[in-house]
């Protein structure tokens, strides 16, 4: 069974960055696609940005083209998602998923003003 462990989390100014990671165990991240989602109280959890581990081909939300992005290094078994350019309204847990099934335990992103 694939588990996964995000980190880098935390709190930043607006205007900062974080990088989050995150490491899967119990399969290669192989012809995978790998995904980052987030979510508020209240609200639905949505989609951020996600990346093929095959072919590196990459999706992102349109609330956070131009300030994310994501990669991989499968040596690694891990993905990356830099964010640059830190909103408050980025405020959310953030959860890295694989196929939109494995679920990790999600780390806190907060952006202050």
């Known amino acids: 069974e694939v588990q996964l462990a995000e980190s880098g989390g935390g709190l930043v100014q607006a205007g900062g960055s974080l990088r989050l990671s995150c490491t899967t165990s119990?399969?290669?991240?192989?012809?995978?696609?790998i995904g980052w989602a987030r979510q508020v109280p209240g609200k639905e959890r949505e989609g951020v940005s996600c990346i093929s581990t095959s072919d590196g081909n990459t999706y992102y939300a349109d609330f956070v083209k131009g300030r994310f992005t994501i990669s991989s290094d499968n040596a690694k078994n891990t993905v990356y998602l830099q964010m640059n350019s830190l909103k408050p309204e980025d405020t959310a847990v953030y959860y890295c998923n694989v196929n939109v099934f494995y679920w990790g335990q999600g780390t806190q992103v907060t952006v202050s003003s």
């Open positions: 119990g399969g290669s991240l192989a012809d995978y696609a």
